[in-house]
């Protein structure tokens, strides 16, 4: 065998072996592409459930209005000052009659459309 | 000790002549009875039925209806001894204090006198519906040992607490006619005559004062027995929201729109209380509710209660809703989106959602006063030649849309105390499971105004120097509590009048 070949084939089965453990890893964690709204979705923590309730939402605006407007409301204390504020403030969703705050609505309806 | 009268015994043609002739044995009437019973006033007690249910005489209620679906007009009553005591649920809770007031934003509300007209009678009413130690919205800290309450936090709404009423046996709930058939027949002064029916109240020519009453006895085959009259000093209509209106709209000879109804209000405003079944989802985050909220417990120190949700007076006035107790009901399953939602939020409020638990929500709600959901007369006749009632019923969409804006600060207030969440149900969804109180309500309503009412603050007709009327058909403004414990106090209340106005 030419070295060269040896190479190829050892970085080819490298690289089958590390998509494998990180599909692998999509057990515990799971891996989305990049989007230009990763800032914003990385505060949820569950975003299979997340992306459930929003596809609840199907007449959300699309993603890019979505994600400017958290990121108005996560500015000033995060996404959970965000949510105990929507709570005192009394800004509710209703989606599909389950009332949420509407900075977890708004996340949702984003995890759902990316 | 003596046994009651059967009107069926007495001569046709016979004349008697009470002090105060009471028209109907219900929880009105028997305890406006039992009120009077220290006087010397000779108190005439006409029951239309006996002891029993008896189905010839049940018949009498049958009636026809048009608009909203509610239940046929001789089943949502019983017409013997103790009235719609004998199938009462024991539900008690007092109005609250904005019940009575004028509401800008729900016409036609408002009582011609605040809660506290009211307050002084609660405890003898209290006692007669045997709901045990006035405790309702201090029952909380009775009910701590059973479990915690949900914490709701600062908003609109709050844990209210009902009382059931409960014999002295432990059984429930208290049937008038059976619990208090001894006590009016060790009376002196209260003669129960039963199986007697009042089929027209007549009027003295010049309309101002009832000269006498028609009473008749059906005979075995269902048809008119005998007939005799009563010439009292006083009248007292207490046979139920919808058969006051009947009795007063049929008796039409003198005044032809009915006795009272110079003013087309008789019958009009007919009110209950909606009681839609699964209108939401509660869900628990921290796990099962203290059982007081699914099922009605027996306190340590004796009553009977339940945990309910209801709206603050502040947050009525603020949002410009009606009345309403929520109720748990029975516990439920999530779907996956609801199983989302919950994790979802749950996360995002920082808390542990593992254990959580779901229930179906239902409501007693509280209906605006309509004056288009009425009672009217038709031409069919009943077997001693009353005219039968229709039943026009609504409900408007506000009705639902003002209880909604109460689920969802419950919504809200859950959230904010990070202990659960709710989904709310369209209201179409309720409408399917409606169920109503059978509390008939309204119907002779009473206000200051004889323009806007039938009977004033004292419960006596407008222009009549001597009819008046007990029980739940004068409530101008319903509130979304049971009534039976509120009409016994208004009626005691009516028997302290009784007694000043004939020193």
């Known amino acids: ?114 | 000790m003596t046994a009651f009268l059967d009107a069926r015994t007495l001569a046709s043609g016979t004349v008697l002549e009470p002090d105060i002739a009471i028209i109907g044995g219900g929880p009105a009437g028997i305890s406006l009875a039992l009120a009077l019973a220290s006087t010397r006033l000779n108190i005439l007690l006409l029951e239309s039925g006996g002891q029993n249910f008896d189905p010839a005489n049940q018949k009498m209620y049958a009636g026809s209806q048009s608009g909203l679906s509610y239940i046929a007009l001789d089943s949502g009553r019983l017409r013997f001894l103790g009235g719609s005591t004998n199938h009462w649920g024991g539900w008690c809770r007092p109005l609250d204090a904005i019940d009575f007031q004028a509401r800008p934003w729900l016409p036609h509300s408002g009582w011609p006198f605040p809660k506290t007209a009211l307050e002084p009678y609660y405890p003898r009413a209290q006692t007669l519906v045997e709901a045990g130690p006035w405790l309702y919205d201090k029952a909380g800290s009775s009910a701590a040992t059973l479990g915690q309450e949900l914490p709701l936090g600062k908003g609109g709404v709050y844990t209210s607490w009902f009382q059931f009423s409960k014999t002295r046996d432990g059984d429930l709930p208290t049937y008038f006619g059976h619990r208090y058939q001894d006590d009016l027949k060790r009376t002196h002064n209260v003669k129960p005559l039963l199986h007697a029916n009042v089929t027209g109240i007549r009027l003295s020519a010049n309309a101002q004062a009832v000269d006498h009453l028609d009473v008749a006895t059906l005979n075995s085959q269902g048809g008119t027995g005998k007939k005799f009259t009563v010439k009292p000093r006083i009248t007292v209509l207490a046979c139920g929201g919808m058969e006051n209106a009947r009795l007063l709209l049929a008796s039409n000879d003198v005044m032809k729109n009915g006795v009272g109804n110079q003013n087309d209000l008789v019958g009009r405003f007919f009110g209950d209380n909606p009681i839609p079944r699964d209108v939401a989802t509660l869900v628990s985050f921290a796990g099962p509710l203290a059982p007081y909220y699914g099922a009605n417990l027996a306190l340590a120190n004796g009553p009977v209660v339940k945990a309910t949700f209801a709206p603050t007076s502040a947050f009525r006035e603020a949002k410009q809703v009606a009345g309403s107790l929520t109720t748990v009901e029975q516990p439920v399953e999530l779907d996956e989106d609801g199983k989302a939602a919950v994790i979802t939020t749950a996360i995002a409020l920082g808390v542990d959602a593992s254990n959580a638990k779901s229930y179906s929500l239902g409501c007693g709600m509280e209906l605006a006063p309509d004056p288009e959901r009425r009672l009217t007369l038709t031409d069919e006749k009943d077997a001693l030649g009353l005219p039968r009632l229709k039943l026009t019923m609504r409900m408007a969409d506000t009705d639902f849309h003002l209880y909604h804006a109460t689920l969802r600060e419950l919504g809200r207030q859950l959230l904010a105390s990070k202990a659960g969440m709710i989904r709310i149900h369209r209201h179409e969804e309720w409408s399917k499971g409606m169920d109503w109180g059978n509390h008939h309500l309204g119907t002779t309503r009473m206000h200051a105004d004889p323009k806007q009412g039938v009977v004033d603050a004292d419960s006596k007709v407008h222009g009549i120097g001597n009819l008046y009327v007990a029980g739940s058909s004068v409530f101008p403004t319903y509130g979304a509590s049971n009534p039976t414990l509120n009409l016994v106090a208004l009626t005691l209340r009516l028997a302290d009048h009784l007694k000043k106005v004939t020193a």
């Open chain 1, 1 to 114: 065998m030419r070295r060269r070949s040896l190479i190829a084939g050892v970085t080819a089965a490298g690289a089958a072996l590390a998509a494998g453990l990180y599909r692998f890893t999509d057990l515990f964690v799971k891996h989305y592409p990049p989007t230009p709204y990763d800032d914003v979705l990385a505060a949820l923590v569950d975003r299979e459930e997340a992306a459930k309730l929003g596809r609840l939402m199907p007449d959300a605006p699309p993603p890019a209005a979505l994600a400017a407007q958290l990121r108005t409301a996560i500015k000033p204390n995060g996404f959970a000052g965000a949510t105990e504020s929507d709570i005192a403030a009394d800004r509710l969703a209703e989606v599909k009659g389950w009332v949420v705050p509407q900075s977890v609505a708004l996340l949702s309806a984003l995890a759902a459309k990316v």
